[in-house]
């Protein structure tokens, strides 16, 4: 059988990622590729590592993108730095902390589980009651920003406890880069890693990471080999390091890169503030329309991150049928519950260049549309309204 | 500093890789991107899927591309089929034999090492007697195609060797893919990796591998964890199994895989005996210019790879005097030597969509130009008309 060449159809992603992606970025992804080792891809590599340190406020010398997707970038900070027997804590508040008990089992490592209910941030006294009690625990690893259930933690506390008891810290921030305040330097994080499908709005396909000087101590004063060769950050280094003479590692994914590029301009173009407060601004008027339908958050106000709205699916409802009529009718993706979650809660996500007023309106309309076929009872266009008052009030 | 949209050089690309890159595939690239669970891109994995069975030439289930580059692929075969203790017979003839090794220790394995020079093929007597001097090896790897010297060495006798001990087999086809003869199934091959960028004139970034029942059934009965959570395949199958519903792993690289799609496509149309022909025909007008101007090549003719055509620096020529004014003067990229080659070879690729007469007509040209410069004394169009004639008589 003869396949034909792929023509993907035209949807709005207001999912839990991909986003909506730039149609600069992808442009810039289909510029002619050159040479991994070209002095001017490396001129370039060097931008990116420039701008990603912008978007993760940090200076720390080695921040860069692992050339494969977030759960790779997770897999490297966990493979650097955990060793067999090191003990590590990890708060579980959501699907990713139970990938992270995953990393660090498969390292040789001890995983001590504190958790809190799906929905709710990492509360900081278990956090220290669980370093008390495990006196000999190295690492603390947490999800800034979880992707499952829409909430957000507060990392600079739990960094600073961590510290306290001399452990090192790894940060979950996938969902939460370039959409909700996040500083590695003033936070004092460790390692960190994220996705570019995000609120970057590239493409899926990359992991930024960072990694602070005390983490890169823990991980060339090692007792043992890094048990990932195209992880180990030691030779990475040499292929990102920068200064001088790039060691040849792994052929670098250069057209995924250029769409990186392009997305980190862009976000240092709009300003990291400006972008934080754009997700802030459409987050509430997405809410205020949600709200005026009877729909209700997964997550207390304190705690919702603006750039993904899990919400509860009403009583009765079908939920993967109102998604395929969103997807059907209105080529309009949103996100499906993950583990615990399935079938009881949606995720609507307002992430980078996915994160504008066309969208809320439109994902409004769609819903109060699909949801009216299945029996709800709204009143046309009242979320629409409430969602444009909020937007014309900020 | 304010940094800008990035837009590379035209280069063009005749190292070993990344090659030039079908403007059809940057453009594909390019398309609009939509979720990694949407149906429609659902239904395109399962047409790269089987694209890759026909450029594998395979029926093997479990044919994908992990979603990382080449040196991940190799990673994926590596931990997935080495469980601690493992004994692993590992062919060297180049730099990628290395490679094998550092990753088969780091899955707690024991690499017994056969070396051959560098521009060898594999000797397949020095494997059978390694395989007589270790009952208790379990594996066999090798390099089909060396991309450090442009060695080929012959895959199909060496499966049948290591079969006929008892071993399972893994070999590298970062090269040979596309480009020249491979039969993952008349052959017996139980687990290939292989690159996007080379043969297939993709962008770097993913890894087409493909697994045998019989390399399952080892990965499914395994004692240990598959060290890595993100290349374990376990849980991979899940998500490109097919078949059904599909489970979360990661977040597949989209456009990554839009562009991988219309490489496979365009292979398709063309024929993969047409495809490994236009290799061969182009080498051997490449070849014809190179030796009139006194240029040697590294491999002996038996096993030389028609894609990556090693050739001897001449005496007294500064290697990096001459690739920086091809570079320079026009905008033309061949390969340096790695490892103990460095400084010593030059590795000029002819590689997918790079493989055609303008290329060899204008590298033999720029090549004749370059080294003239530095004292060569060359007859201006000797190299040219050689291979005009070799392409004319084809």
Redesign the interface.
């Known amino acids: 059988?003869?396949?034909?060449?792929?023509?993907?159809?035209?949807?709005t992603?207001m999912?839990p990622?991909?986003s909506?992606?730039n149609p600069?970025i992808?442009?810039?992804?289909?510029?002619?590729?050159?040479?991994?080792l070209?002095?001017?891809?490396v001129g370039?590599m060097d931008?990116v590592k420039?701008?990603l340190k912008y978007a993760f406020q940090t200076e720390n010398e080695l921040t860069m993108p692992v050339?494969?997707?977030?759960?790779?970038g997770m897999?490297s900070c966990f493979v650097n730095l955990v060793e067999p027997g090191d003990k590590v804590i990890i708060c579980q508040n959501g699907v990713f902390g139970g990938?992270m008990k995953?990393?660090v089992?498969?390292?040789g490592g001890t995983a001590v589980m504190v958790e809190d209910s799906w929905g709710d941030a990492v509360d900081p006294q278990k956090l220290e009651d669980a370093l008390k009690a495990n006196p000999d625990a190295k690492v603390v690893a947490f999800v800034h920003a979880e992707t499952s259930t829409g909430a957000q933690s507060d990392a600079e506390t739990l960094v600073e406890i961590a510290h306290q008891y001399d452990c090192l810290t790894i940060v979950d921030a996938v969902t939460s880069l370039a959409g909700t305040p996040l500083k590695v330097d003033e936070w004092k994080i460790d390692a960190i890693y994220s996705?570019t499908?995000k609120c970057l709005s590239c493409?899926?396909?990359l992991s930024p990471v960072s990694f602070s000087e005390r983490a890169l101590d823990k991980i060339r004063n090692r007792q043992t080999?890094?048990?990932?060769?195209?992880l180990d950050l030691n030779l990475v280094m040499g292929y990102w390091g920068g200064g001088g003479k790039r060691a040849?590692?792994?052929?670098?994914?250069?057209?995924?890169l250029?769409?990186l590029?392009?997305s980190?301009?862009i976000l240092?173009?709009e300003g990291l503030e400006n972008a934080w407060a754009r997700h802030h601004k459409h987050h509430l008027a997405l809410r205020a329309g949600l709200e005026s339908m009877g729909l209700g958050f997964v997550v207390d106000e304190a705690h919702r991150l603006p750039q993904l709205n899990a919400i509860t699916i009403p009583e009765g409802v079908d939920d993967a049928a109102v998604r395929t009529a969103l997807?059907q009718d209105y080529s309009l993706?949103i996100g499906a519950g993950?583990g615990v979650m399935a079938g009881k809660v949606w995720r609507i996500g307002l992430m980078g260049h996915a994160c504008n007023t066309r969208n809320v309106l439109f994902c409004l309309a769609a819903l109060e549309d699909v949801l009216g076929r299945v029996g709800a009872k709204y009143e046309r266009g009242v979320a629409v309204n409430a969602a444009e008052k909020v937007l014309a009030a900020a």
Chains 1, 2 share one sequence.
């Open positions: 059988m003869t396949v034909r060449s792929f023509h993907p159809p035209q949807r992603l999912g990622g991909p909506d992606v600069r992808l442009e810039a992804m289909s510029r002619l590729t050159i040479g991994h070209d002095p001017a891809f370039m931008e420039g701008l050339s494969a997707p977030g759960s790779a897999e990938r995953e990393n089992e498969r390292c996705g499908q493409t899926p396909g080999t890094v048990q990932s060769w195209f040849y590692h792994h052929t670098a994914p250069v057209n995924a250029y769409g590029h392009e980190l301009v240092q173009d997807l993706e993950l």
